[in-house]
Structures are given as C-alpha cells and as structure tokens.
C-alpha cells in the first residue's frame, strides 16, 4: 500500500499521523505532488495507492478536480483538508475509523 499526498509543503506530520494510524498504507515510499509545478496536474495517481491527501490550500481547482477524477476512476479514497494538521488528524480518524476493523492495521 503507498499513500500520495498532494499539495503540503512539509510531507513529514501527515506520514507520521497515517504511521500512528495506518501503517499498513505506509509499506511503499509515499509520492507527494507539490501543486505548484505546472506538469503536476498531468500527473497519474500510482497504480500502488490506496490513500490520497489533498491539502487544498496548496493547489489549484484544476489539479483538484484532476486528482478527484482520477480517485474516482480507480477507486481510491480521498481525504481534504486545509493547512491544518490538526484538521487533518481528525479526518484521518474518522476515515480510518469508518474502514472495516484492521483494514489498515
């Protein structure tokens, strides 16, 4: 399992909140997608993926509709949250929390 987290400058606070939650998502290296980069909004979500994060406040509407569409096709989950880690946390527990019981132990 791999996670893409897509807009965040410091990767480091989401990895870490997935590891303490998740850690099964974490056996692959996770991509990060700045959002700032012009070509990131041609990307492919990596056929390993099983999670996405998409820090809104650091990407355009376009790249979060590429993202979201993608997602979608391929049946990954999302998750979308602001600049905040804390914000961030609470969504990431409440997903997890809404898996079935040890999928993402």
């Known amino acids: 399992m791999s ?3 897509v807009g965040a400058d410091n990767v480091r606070t989401i ?12 056996d692959a ?15 492919v979500i990596p056929s390993r993926t099983h999670l996405v ?17 993608q997602a979608e096709k391929v049946d ?10 804390l914000e961030m946390r609470e969504k990431l527990e409440d997903f997890i929390g809404r898996q079935p019981a040890g999928m993402w132990q």
């Open 29 to 43: 290296p996770t991509e990060h997608w700045t959002g700032r980069k012009a070509g990131d909004s041609r990307k």
């Open 3 to 5: 996670l893409l987290i």
């Open 53 to 69: 994060v998409v820090v809104c406040a650091r990407v355009n509407h376009e790249l979060l509709r590429h993202v979201r569409r």
């Open 15 to 26: 990895e870490n909140e997935v590891a303490r939650l998740a850690p099964a998502i974490l």
């Open 76 to 85: 990954v989950p999302l998750i979308y949250c602001r600049h905040s880690a």
